[in-house]
């Protein structure tokens, strides 16, 4: 995705309510940085001076622990801003920003903060909206920590990353970004033994194809019946016609908008 051109760039929060005359003055603010895969935007910890939006590519935060353990909290693709705080000149990053591919991103100072929000006429409640998606969906991924099995987990994580990146390919949904196995295990707080061996298992059963970096999805359904096990006695008794509606009801809860993606690739 391609926002350099202005009519691309009205349609992203937190600049979609934005008029044309407003969205040239606010791109020429920003600084356009490229960089590849595995290079650090910003450190957990370092002062917030910027906030950013990602042109084209995918952006993985992750949060270090006292142990050193490395926590994917989220991956954000093209056409979202990250990096924003709002504690002033003393705010610092709660996570490290990595790029996931090969990213082209817009940033801003956080000091143009007060005239974003004054200027231009619902620049704030759109930035908060997205903020609040964002915790609504962290809020989903405690919930899941706390209640479901390694297997569920991952299958979530799994549906989440097609839900907001996945690409129809030939054979399923492509997750449209380089993803290791530890990487997985990283975000859904289990082993890489376990994701190994869950995918190796999933791989044999048809329900993915899986290589190195590179995961598709041959079976979108399937994985959230997996994400669901719990429920499957109830799910059994349910009519046909009804398991779509379920589907989606549990993606949309367990994670985000992946059924309303699927919907689209069927």
């Not at 959230?224 to 549990?250: E, G, H, K, S, W």
């Amino acid at each position: 995705m391609n926002l350099l051109d202005a009519a691309q760039f009205s349609q992203a929060p937190p600049f979609c309510r934005l008029d044309v005359d407003q969205l040239h003055p606010a791109l020429g603010l920003a600084h356009t940085k490229s960089v590849v895969a595995g290079v650090v935007i910003f450190d957990e910890g370092q002062p917030a001076r910027s906030f950013h939006m990602i042109l084209s590519g995918h952006i993985r935060m992750a949060r270090i622990t006292e142990a050193g353990d490395t926590t994917i909290v989220l991956h954000i693709p093209a056409g979202q801003v990250f990096g924003f705080e709002t504690n002033g000149r003393k705010a610092t990053y709660q996570a490290s920003a990595i790029a996931a591919n090969a990213c082209r991103a817009l940033s801003w100072s956080n000091d143009l903060w007060p005239m974003f929000t004054t200027e231009y006429q619902g620049f704030a409640a759109e930035m908060f909206r997205c903020l609040s998606a964002r915790a609504d969906e962290m809020s989903n991924r405690i919930v899941e920590m706390q209640t479901m099995t390694a297997e569920q987990r991952i299958a979530c994580a799994i549906l989440r990353m097609i839900g907001q990146t996945g690409r129809k390919v030939t054979s399923g949904v492509e997750i449209d970004f380089p993803i290791s196995r530890q990487n997985i295990a990283d975000m859904t707080g289990t082993t890489l033994h376990t994701v190994s061996r869950l995918l190796s298992a999933w791989e044999k059963q048809g329900l993915i194809e899986s290589t190195r970096c590179h995961i598709v999805v041959k079976n979108p359904h399937r994985m959230v019946m997996i994400a669901a096990a719990a429920r499957l006695p109830a799910l059994a008794l349910q009519r046909p016609a009804d398991l779509q509606t379920t589907y989606t009801n549990f993606a949309d809860t367990a994670a985000s908008n992946s059924a309303r993606k699927l919907s689209s690739f069927n």
